[in-house]
Nanobody, 123 residues
Framework: QVQLVESGGGLVQPGGSLTLSCAAS????????MRWYRQAPGTGRDLVAS???????NYADSVKGRFTISRDNAKNTVYLQMNSLKGEDTAVYYC?????????????????WGQGTQVTVSS
């Protein structure tokens, strides 16, 4: 059974930093794109950053220059380094991965989500 487990959320003051981690575990053949989304109360889930298997990254305009997405393919883990945090970054952050499980017919990709981790930016 493949699953994603997130860690690293918490309370931080404006201007502070946090690093989120998301580790995939289980019988995995390969992982394609990995992404971070966030959802603030009363809003939809928005894409924050994405990274391909070979390390190409893209960011939402609202986080460019402040957030950095990276991955360690050997550990099946994606990270989100968040600097210069603002109140509007407060949200539940979810990781996403496109994973081909071991033994899948035709090497079909499935989408997996983490359980979400709360990030609160407040003084």
């Amino acid at each position: 059974q493949v699953q994603l487990v997130e860690s690293g959320g918490g309370l931080v003051q404006p201007g502070g930093s946090l690093t989120l981690s998301c580790a995939a575990s289980g019988s995995i053949f390969s992982i394609n794109a990995m992404r971070w989304y966030r959802q603030a109360p009363g809003t939809g889930r928005d894409l924050v950053a994405s990274i391909t298997s070979d390390g190409n990254a893209n960011y939402a305009d609202s986080v460019k220059g402040r957030f950095t997405i990276s991955r360690d393919n050997a550990k099946n883990t994606v990270y989100l380094q968040m600097n210069s945090l603002k109140g509007e970054d407060t949200a539940v952050y979810y990781c996403y991965a496109g994973i081909i499980p071991s033994g899948t017919t035709w090497r079909r990709q499935y989408v997996y989500w983490g359980q979400g981790t709360q990030v609160t930016v407040s003084s």
